[in-house]
């Protein structure tokens, strides 16, 4: 669930420290909830940064993922992105 870590700053560094410990052709596979009023309320006194999934597919491919499939549902989005081989 990403929508813990406290920034997009910080989540892009996440996002590039999985793919520096991600063997080369090894799949980063994940998904996290859509922004809500009910997440909102979900987590009142919790960090809550919401992912955008319209803008995830970029920040994957800016941390060097090639992005596989993005999936975005009812009330959730679900990513597949894999670390390039050399």
Request: charged share 20%; aromatic share 10%; net charge neutral.
């Given at each position: 669930m990403l929508h813990h870590v406290p920034s997009p700053a910080l989540q892009d560094?996440?996002?590039?420290?999985?793919?520096?410990v991600l063997k080369p052709g090894g799949a980063f596979v994940g998904c996290d909830?859509?922004?809500?009023?009910?997440?909102?309320?979900?987590?009142?006194?919790?960090?809550?940064?919401?992912?955008?999934?319209?803008?995830?597919?970029?920040?994957?491919?800016?941390?060097?993922?090639?992005?596989?499939?993005?999936?975005?549902?009812?009330?959730?989005?679900?990513?597949?992105?894999?670390?390039?081989?050399?």
């Amino acid at each position: 669930m990403l929508h813990h870590v406290p920034s997009p700053a910080l989540q892009d560094k996440l996002l590039r420290e999985v793919w520096r410990v991600l063997k080369p052709g090894g799949a980063f596979v994940g998904c996290d909830s859509l922004q809500s009023t009910f997440m909102r309320v979900l987590h009142l006194g919790d960090t809550y940064v919401p992912i955008h999934p319209d803008t995830f597919a970029a920040r994957l491919e800016d941390a060097g993922f090639n992005v596989i499939e993005l999936e975005k549902g009812a009330g959730a989005f679900r990513f597949f992105a894999m670390k390039p081989i050399a």
